[in-house]
């Protein structure tokens, strides 16, 4: 029976080759979707879980609030050296403690200069991770203070092989470089790890003390049973205990008044956390939000195509009505005949997968692309997902054809013989779901509008700088003769007709709390030289800038922005003072005010900033900017000068819209991946919306017949059939716009920057979206209205 039932579907398919691929084109697409978006979710939601130890092993965070505890300043990952070491001492529930710190080096290999990312870890890094060594011990490859480990592909990079154990490095510390033995080869980190490290080195020669320190990430391995509130409590127990010495200090000092609060967050929620962030340490977490909007979008996606089917389906079913009939007569039962259309439903559902399968290996590559991922359709042979699979073909199968099986084998026979079949009144079910189709599709394309729109403002608002033809040049790690190096670049960039103008500044925004008179105020500090500012092209509100006439502007004098003088509450705030929170209490005068400028992100709000000219500090990078007409030879020039000054030294540079580019990754890839879906379900809708109109011009063809002899004209009768599925569109506007509308002003308030929606996005989307259904419709209404009368007075 059922092999009976597939021949007479695959029959059926064959003979009606117009309406099947229709069907296919939407389910293949639909099914396509989901394919690929599962793969995305299966990536990202077991990202870590791999690890051996994954359910006992915890990320140390620090929470900062309040004296009171009643507004939280500051939540992360990271913290000092000193607490991993404490806490295992002191917490018998803590079965081991590994840490991380992401560092970089100037690497030299012969004569060769290299720049390379590395982390300081624990001797038992590759015992705590499950990171497989090709080459060397798990137990020793880190026990001697001068051994490295590489991954594969650094093994590869330096010298051409994976058997690289004994091989040798020479790598920049404290100014010297330093022979570094390699002592083992890891495998390359799998995609779905935080762990992404290339180059590892022993914590064992670092050593810091300090309980208020943030930089590094510490991970606990719990032993079995532990109970992670009580681990917490105790957190805060030796905490209070080990470093009170030093948090008395600093609030006697500099008026510290915060509290610290410690927990333990699970390795498989580090990705899809950003409360915490990732840090150097780890890979970037990813946004939830992604995943929900890939999740409800290929959702939307399959839900279109199966009601796409079922509109298919139905706007032919009065070609098989007599089909029905004549099978009811001859003794067919309704539920032969509902098996028989169901078997049409599986077997153009799972045409539509095999389809899927091979469009989503082809589709994977661009996928990847955008979402910044490695994911392979061998990924899909998991027992689970198979099941799962297995389940969406039975879910698509029943979504998309039960409705027509029971309709369908609902014919009266009596009636179908006599020609008085189908569908009576005006079939709503088909047309509720066609504005369901186009009211997912409009809310889609008013999402896209908005996303290209803040895209747009985001990339395009004046930052109160100018950041073209500025590079960016690293110099050698943290050195003490680097201001020697800086004014040794200078004298040769002076007279390079390509060099507008050069300065330099420390390699890292620190933060930290200054306090005024009265005030503690969170900041952003940094250390620049007098040509930072107009090289930037950042503008004074007040005062001076910084220069080489006042000895005192490299010792301490500071200029502080807008935002610090109005949380300041300065009327007048040259010649205030500023106290930093150093050990020592040292106190900068104040000489200038630099207008307010995005020194971060959009995505962020403008904060308090001072700017110090400490010759005790230590220049990090040098900015140049550059004249427009010679990239290539003046970038190449640069590098001539860098070696010149620091010679076998890894020349590393970025333009600095490159840099502002890749603050906004996530709206790019947003943009990308709401684009092509709402073009997938407007495309998907207007298969549906042909379906409707061909039943709708079949439904009527009598009619149209009778009105052409009685004299309508061909326009009149193209209006008679587009005027209800306008209608339809039309209903699928007013219940989408309130809901982007809604939906899209929550979005954007997440930024404190953002576009202001105009009512021309709407009426775009709607414009846009009424021409493509109008289009659409068009094609089978000029059809039937050109169709011969006579003909049509005869049909059955």
């Known amino acids: 029976m059922v092999r009976n039932y597939l021949k007479i579907a695959w029959r059926t398919i064959a003979n009606q080759r117009v309406y099947s691929l229709l069907n296919l084109s939407g389910l293949t697409l639909g099914l396509t979707c989901v394919l690929v978006v599962t793969l995305y979710l299966k990536n990202e939601m077991t990202f870590d879980g791999f690890q051996a130890n994954a359910d006992r092993i915890y990320r140390l965070t620090t929470t900062t609030t309040n004296k009171s505890g009643s507004e939280i300043k500051n939540r992360t990952g990271n913290t000092g050296a000193v607490h991993g070491p404490a806490f295992a001492a002191s917490i018998p529930e803590i079965e081991a403690v590994t840490r991380m710190m992401g560092v970089s080096f100037n690497v030299r290999r012969g004569t060769e200069g290299f720049y390379q990312d590395a982390h300081y870890v624990d001797a038992n890094f590759f015992q705590t991770f499950t990171l497989p060594l090709l080459d060397g011990s798990p137990q020793s490859a880190l026990a001697s203070a001068n051994s490295v480990v590489l991954t594969e592909k650094m093994a590869q990079k330096y010298f051409g092989t994976t058997r690289a154990v004994g091989q040798r490095l020479s790598l920049e510390i404290n100014g010297k470089f330093e022979p570094f033995t390699v002592t083992g080869v890891a495998a390359n980190p799998r995609p779905n790890s935080s762990l992404q490290i290339e180059m590892v080195l022993p914590f064992k020669n670092y050593q810091d ?103 298919l389906t139905t706007a032919r079913s009065l070609r098989r009505a007599r089909e ?62 198979i099941a799962l699979y297995v389940g969406l073909l039975v879910i698509t199968t029943l979504l998309a054809g039960a ?62 700088y100018n950041p073209e033809q500025l590079v960016r040049i690293e110099l050698p790690t943290i050195r003490n003769d680097n201001d020697d190096r800086v004014k040794l670049i200078k004298q040769k960039l002076a007279n390079q007709p390509d060099v507008v103008s050069v300065t330099a500044k420390d390699r890292l925004d620190e933060y930290t709390t200054v306090r005024t008179e009265d005030k503690e105020i969170d900041v952003n500090y940094l250390r620049i030289d007098e040509n930072y500012l107009p090289t930037l092209g950042i503008n004074l509100a007040a005062g001076r800038n910084f220069s080489t006439a006042y000895a005192s502007d490299t010792l301490d004098n500071a200029l502080v922005n807008e935002r610090f003088v109005r949380e300041a509450g300065w009327k007048k705030p040259i010649g205030q003072r500023v106290t930093f929170p150093d050990g020592t209490g040292k106190i900068y005068t104040i000489v200038g005010v630099v207008r307010d400028y995005h020194f971060s992100s959009l995505h962020e709000d403008i904060r308090p900033q001072v700017f110090i000219g400490d010759a005790s500090l230590t220049f990090g990078e040098i900015w140049v900017r550059i004249r427009p007409q010679r990239v290539a030879q003046t970038m190449a020039m640069l590098d001539r000068v860098y070696h010149q000054v620091v010679p076998q030294h890894y020349y590393h540079y970025q333009f600095l819209d490159t840099i502002l580019a890749k603050q906004y990754e996530l709206e790019t890839r947003l943009r990308q991946i709401i684009t092509w879906a709402a073009g997938l379900c407007l495309f998907i809708s207007c298969l549906g919306l042909f379906g409707i109109a061909t039943f709708s011009a079949e439904r009527r063809t009598k009619e149209i017949g009778v009105r052409k002899v009685l004299g309508a004209s061909t326009g009149e009768i193209v209006s008679l059939l587009s005027r209800d599925l306008c209608w339809l569109v039309l209903l699928s506007l007013l219940l989408a716009m309130p809901v982007a509308w809604l939906s899209i002003n929550r979005w954007l308030a997440t930024y404190p920057f953002h576009v202001q929606l105009s009512v021309w996005l709407f009426v775009g989307a709607a414009c846009f979206t009424t021409l493509i259904a109008l289009l659409t419709v068009s094609f089978q209404s000029i059809k039937a209205a050109l169709m011969n009368p006579v003909k049509s007075l005869r049909s059955d």
């Not at 008395?248 to 962030?277: C, M």
């Not at 032969?336 to 082809?362: D, K, M, R, T, V």
């Not at 779901?433 to 803040?454: M, Y």
Request: hydrophobic share 50%; with cysteine; charged share 15%.
């Open 209 to 311: 003390d300090q309980w208020l320190s943030q930089y590094l990430a510490t991970f606990f391995v719990l032993r079995p049973g532990a109970s992670i509130a009580r681990v917490e409590q105790q957190l805060e127990r030796v905490f209070t205990a080990l470093g009170k010495e030093q948090l008395t200090k600093a609030a006697k000092e500099r008026g510290y008044e915060e509290r610290r609060h410690f927990g333990l967050q699970p390795l498989s929620a580090i990705h899809l956390t950003l409360d915490y962030g990732g840090g150097n340490e780890l890979a970037a977490p990813n946004t939830p939000m992604v995943l929900y909007l890939l999740g409800g979008i290929a959702g939307f996606i399959l839900l279109i195509a199966c009601i796409n089917f079922v509109n």
């Open 324 to 385: 029905v009939g004549v099978r009811k007569v001859m003794g067919g039962q309704r539920g032969q005949l509902i098996g028989q259309f169901l078997s049409e439903s599986f077997l153009l559902s799972a045409i539509a997968f095999g389809l899927a399968l091979g469009l989503a290996q082809l589709v994977l590559p661009f996928f990847n692309a955008i979402a910044g991922t490695e994911l392979r359709l061998s990924y899909l042979l998991d027992t689970r997902l």
């Open 403 to 464: 409705y027509p099986a029971f309709v369908l084998s609902r014919f009266n026979p009596v009636r179908v013989l006599a020609g008085r079949a189908g569908f009576q009144g005006k079939n709503h079910l088909s047309q509720g779901l066609v504005v369901v189709q186009f009211a997912l599709s409009i809310f889609l394309i008013v999402a896209t509008l908005a996303v290209f729109a803040q895209f747009d403002f985001l990339t395009t608002k004046a930052l109160g």
